[in-house]
């Protein structure tokens, strides 16, 4: 049981607390997130806003939050794939592929979407696993528990679970079984607390993204003062973004300060139809 309490997102927060107390003092840090990390990031800066100064967030995968705010969850219908796809491949077409327009609510782009799981069939092949051995770690499977525990928490029975919630809770047994037979404290968001946050904030969003609702993302700024959204026309795993030469720039003029390098590296972007 120790062995999974110490990986629960708030004791992984005082940890990072620790670490960045003995090695830098009285200094700030930047943290930068990507997709499930993030819940551990932006739980650090609930309860330690004063020791961030800014923060990259990409792609947040914030569950909890896109109930909350009772956006849609994208699903691919049985008639539509069979349920071998559905079950077998579902996690890593939507991590890899999107939609010019999000299928949220299954009426938008359907011959798309016919196009994408057929390109997907075809190409599959290419494509990395999704975590692959990452999600035999413990400190993964912690993490998947976490999100699924959190939204299945008073979850209306009348409603279907959503196929990436069902996919993490398939993938993290182990320690729903634990907890099944002895219960133990994990904190969930409290995204009321990031109010406190006077720092620098940039969200990078997909919005061809298939794992989450994009506007999950705009959800999340609510709660920030003045942050930097940059959406990206790409899916969720951002490939076409990571393959250009503006993403360093991105990173180093934004935790740099250095506005107009910003500027001329989202220019670029945008000349290259990646930015919306």
Not at 43 to 65: E, G, M
Not at 216 to 228: K, M, R, V, Y
């Amino acid at each position: 049981m120790k062995s999974l309490v110490k990986f629960v997102i708030h004791q992984q927060a005082k940890d990072l607390e620790l670490f960045r107390n003995g090695v830098l003092g009285n200094e700030k840090i930047h943290l930068i997130s990507y997709a499930s990390a993030s819940g551990i990031a932006l739980h650090y800066l609930s309860v330690f806003p004063d020791q961030v100064s800014k923060i990259l967030a990409i792609n947040p995968l914030l569950f909890d939050l896109q109930k909350n705010m009772n956006f849609l969850p994208f699903e691919i219908k049985n008639d539509e794939a069979s349920q071998e796809f559905i079950d077998e491949k579902w996690i890593k077409f939507a991590w890899y592929l999107g939609l010019e327009e999000p299928f949220y609510g299954g009426k938008r782009k359907k011959n798309e979407l016919v196009d994408r799981i057929y390109q997907f069939n075809s190409w599959e092949f290419l494509l990395p696993e999704v975590n692959g051995e990452l999600l035999q770690r413990i400190a993964v499977k912690v993490r998947l528990f976490e999100h699924t525990r959190n939204y299945l928490y008073e979850h209306d029975e009348s409603k279907t679970i959503p196929s990436v919630i069902q996919w993490m809770k398939n993938n993290s047994m182990e320690v729903w079984d634990a907890f099944d037979r002895q219960p133990f404290r994990f904190v969930g968001m409290h995204y009321d607390l990031l109010t406190q946050f006077t720092g620098k904030m940039m969200i990078v969003c997909s919005n061809q993204n298939l794992m989450i609702n994009p506007k999950t993302f705009e959800g999340l700024a609510e709660f920030i003062s003045n942050p930097t959204m940059l959406y990206i026309k790409d899916a969720h795993a951002l490939q076409k973004l990571y393959s250009q030469p503006e993403w360093p720039l991105v990173l180093q003029s934004f935790f740099d300060s250095d506005v107009q390098g910003q500027i001329q590296a989202f220019k670029d972007l945008q000349n290259k139809g990646l930015i919306r």
